[in-house]
């Protein structure tokens, strides 16, 4: 799927739009058209009657008061749908509406088609942030901080650096959701229980027919009891919602008064706290926290509605509707909310050299270590800076000078060895390295949008 890079993106009200009332009718009667249409080119039902099937498979043709009041009634959306398109049709057009088919054919595929919508502009999405990472790993390449590992401090490293994980990540979760769409965006049909009894020999050739009129895939046996396809969607998502929340969190933390070293920039009318003047609270990070725990919490209910009993279970049907509906809205909220996070993201330099300075040599305590290897052995060079960090956070003592207390070190260990080895701004690995990589990479893979 290729696209212009500033194609326009669609509100988070249009995607919510797409699930509701109005659109999931339109997609039912889409799916209704098509079926007419594969079975006329397959000489199942008379060719103007598909003609006519289409010309008034919309909801602008239809009562939709009398619609919506014979659903009330019937507790049967497909049968009232069917109904009424049949009605509006003209001659006897009317009355090969619906052929061979099952409400559940109609329903799952509708949904379907409106999911696949929704995920093409949750994947611009997607890319959009892809590239907006890119950019900052280039920017901040060089830029260091302190990593922290069980929440405290442990190497330097650059904020270029940690970007570069997040798109290494999200690179994982791209690949994932391309591979996974040719098994998701698939027609359900196949008649009362998949085995095509009302149309028979033909059965097959209408499944891919109709499948490829709709751009969908096609299940050879397509039993109403699989849905794990519907399931693996919505596992997806929690695993892309998870990531979200790391990244978020990770941010969100960054913004305390005692790191400060992350900021998001929202203009100076944005309101921090209606009874403390002085707070800058989190507005987008918060409320990516928010959507991506809502968005998991679909997850269970998607393992759950894979299980249906024997061959169909309106239950289990019931459950994917509502998943799929909540889903792909809160999913592409949160893409959302998401890019407008990194786009705001502000760094503090100066406060995360101050943060760096806090633990100042004691940071590149690796570093000495192995400056040390080549001349004393390397587990006799992690013995004396062991030490030597137990002697100068009790003095207190700088670092080097703990390490050059110790009488048996070889003169060729010099003060300028370990004082150089133990400059954290000196010790950030290939943390430049990596940011760029991955930001090339990121790159080379916007060049080729996935489907």
Known sequence: MTRPTNSPRPSVAQIRDLFARRSLWQSWLDVEAALAESQA??????????HEIRAKARVDCLDEAALAAD???????????????????????????HWGATTQNVVQTGRTLLMQRAHRAFMQG??????????????????????????????????????????????????RFAQAAPRVFSAQWGGAVGAMHAIGPLG??????????????????????????????????????????KIARDLYSMMADEIDEVTETLGDDVVGSSTMPHKVNSKIAVH????????????????????????GDGAHNQMISA???????????????????????????????????????????????????????????????????????????????AIMADPSLPPSVTADLVRNALDPARYTGLSETLALEMASTARAALAQPPE
């Open 126 to 175: 997607c890319d959009d942030i892809l590239a907006k990472l890119a950019g900052l790993a280039e920017r901040e390449a060089k830029t260091v901080i302190v990593a922290r590992t069980n929440l405290r401090h442990a190497l330097p490293i650059t904020f270029g650096f940690k970007v570069a994980g997040w798109i290494e990540e999200w690179l994982r979760h791209r690949e």
């Open 204 to 245: 097959p050739a209408l499944n891919r027919n109709l499948a490829a009129r709709l751009g969908l895939g096609y299940f050879t046996v397509p039993s109403r009891a699989g849905l794990d396809y519907f399931a693996e969607y919505i596992l997806l998502l929690g695993l892309f919602s998870a990531t979200c929340s």
């Open 41 to 50: 080119e397959l000489g199942i039902i008379p060719a103007e009657a598909a």
């Open 323 to 401: 998943m799929v509906d909540q889903a792909c809205p809160l999913a592409y909220e949160l893409i959302t909310m998401m890019d407008e996070l990194i786009g705001s993201i502000g760094l503090h330099p100066t406060q995360m050299h101050e943060n760096l300075t806090r633990s100042g040599e004691f940071l590149a305590s690796e570093n000495a270590m192995m400056a040390l290897a080549p001349l004393l052995g390397r587990s006799r060079a992690h013995d004396v800076v062991h030490h030597a960090v137990h002697e100068a956070l009790h003095q207190p003592m700088a670092l080097t000078d």
């Open 71 to 97: 659903i009330a009634r019937t507790r049967a959306p497909i049968v009232a749908l069917t109904r009424s398109l049949a009605a509006a049709c003209t001659g006897d057009a009317g009355g090969y509406v």
């Open 288 to 311: 990516v926290l928010s959507l991506a725990a809502r968005l998991r919490t679909q997850v269970p209910l998607a393992l759950e509605a894979m299980q249906p009993s024997f061959e």
